[in-house]
Structure formats: structure tokens, C-alpha cells
């Protein structure tokens, strides 16, 4: 066995509780009273039912708007939009690693 059931019985613990916290700050943070995180089949996944909003995938949408507009008015507008998503430094305080920068 690669965990003693006593440390598999915390590790449950403690990442339950951590999803337990983290519905808190997201209330916390005026977000709606849902459960954002729900667990189906014994993995935690983000509920379908609350929209969900990924900065990357609205990065990658503009790009891909952008990639089949037909005129150039289209392909600029799309590509500010993506532009203007990304306004701070990349991860500030994780040093430089190639994840990051491929």
C-alpha cells in the first residue's frame, strides 16, 4: 500500500476541509451562496450548473474569433479583446520554470 490508512483518512480530511474553506472565501468574496465544487464519483469537479469563467479559455477564444474573422476590423478586435484579459505579471512570485514559458 503506498499510504497507511490513518494517513489516507487525514489526507481525505484535511482536502475536504480545504474545499470546506475554500467555498467559504468564495462566499466570503461576494460570490453567490453555491457549491462550487462538487464531488461526483469520488473526485471533486467544478459544478456545471454555476457558470464558470476561465480567463485562459476567454484568452483563447478571442484568438480563435480572431484566426477566422473574415476582415481585418474583426481580427483587431478580437486580438485587443484577448490582449486587454492578460494586464498584470505572469505569476509573480513563482520563479521562472519551463511550464511557464512554453
Do not use: C, H
Request: charged share 30%; aromatic share 10%; no cysteine.
Amino acid at each position: 500500500a503506498l499510504y497507511e490508512t490513518d494517513t489516507l483518512t487525514n489526507v481525505n480530511n484535511s482536502f475536504n476541509n480545504l474545499v470546506y474553506q475554500m467555498r467559504k472565501q468564495m462566499i466570503a468574496a461576494g460570490l453567490p451562496d453555491e457549491d462550487y465544487i462538487v464531488r461526483r464519483r469520488g473526485i471533486y469537479i467544478p459544478d456545471r450548473a454555476v457558470p464558470l469563467k476561465v480567463d485562459v479559455q476567454e484568452f483563447r477564444d478571442y484568438m480563435d474569433e480572431g484566426d477566422r474573422a473574415a476582415g481585418d476590423e474583426g481580427r483587431v478586435k478580437a486580438y485587443k479583446a484577448a490582449a486587454e484579459i492578460y494586464t498584470g505579471e505572469l505569476l509573480p512570485d513563482m520563479p521562472v520554470t519551463p511550464w511557464i514559458v512554453e
